[in-house]
């Protein structure tokens, strides 16, 4: 199967593009404001502060969303795969500057469609143009959302959430860690030396006791108290 076989079938299955048929779909992707992009792991996509032109389409991989402020620490805001859209909420903006850096987190394709191909495809087709202000209004909660957590709860509060939603979806009080301390920190928007150190108070008072890979939750109740 060709690329373009392969692109044709991922877009397809958006809902995005599910007002277009395949061969429409081809003309897309044939067309000159269509770039696709190929990325090695841990590259730059966009850097903060760069212009977004914009609407980009992850095809394969997976990309994240990082803000990272004057001492360095990074926030992950958001981790985004196969399928997901980024830059539509920047690209009609006044100031259409990217405010976060985004960076592939593996081997990433991205399809990335201009602004005013963009605004055609709304125009040819109303259910694009009503996917895509889906998809923004969307966003917009999901990021007051994430603001809201990382400025109003605390540390403990924090990783005492990220425990239980967890131990919720499994069942199970030992918990897998399947990312490092860094990432997991990265994750939480905390430093890494403040999460270590919130993890051994919290084992000291027997509510969780943990090693390199995994984290079994001692006191239930105390944790459920902390959220």
Aim: proline share 2%; with cysteine; hydrophobic share 35%.
């Amino acid at each position: 199967m060709s690329n373009t076989k392969i692109y044709i079938d991922i877009l397809k299955s958006l809902p995005l593009f599910k007002g277009f048929s395949k061969d429409h779909l081809e003309t897309i992707l044939n067309s000159k404001y269509i770039k696709v992009s190929h990325y090695p792991k841990d590259e730059i996509i966009f850097m903060e502060e760069e212009e977004c032109k914009h609407l980009s389409i992850i095809i394969e991989g997976t990309v994240e969303i990082q803000k990272i402020d004057s001492n360095g620490k990074i926030l992950t805001v958001a981790n985004l795969k196969s399928g997901d859209i980024f830059g539509e909420n920047l690209l009609f903006g006044d100031k259409n500057m990217y405010p976060m850096t985004v960076i592939s987190k593996s081997k990433a394709i991205i399809l990335h469609i201009t602004k005013d191909y963009v605004a055609n495809l709304c125009q040819q087709d109303s259910i694009f143009l009503y996917e895509l202000l889906r998809i923004i209004s969307n966003k917009a909660v999901a990021l007051s959302s994430k603001l809201k957590e990382v400025t109003l709860k605390t540390i403990r509060q924090k990783i005492c959430e990220y425990l239980y939603l967890q131990y919720s979806s499994s069942d199970n009080l030992t918990i897998r860690l399947n990312m490092s301390k860094k990432d997991w920190a990265d994750k939480l928007g905390i430093q890494r030396p403040s999460l270590s150190r919130e993890l051994i108070k919290l084992k000291d008072e027997g509510i969780i006791d943990y090693d390199k890979n995994t984290i079994k939750i001692k006191d239930l109740k105390s944790l459920e108290e902390n959220l």
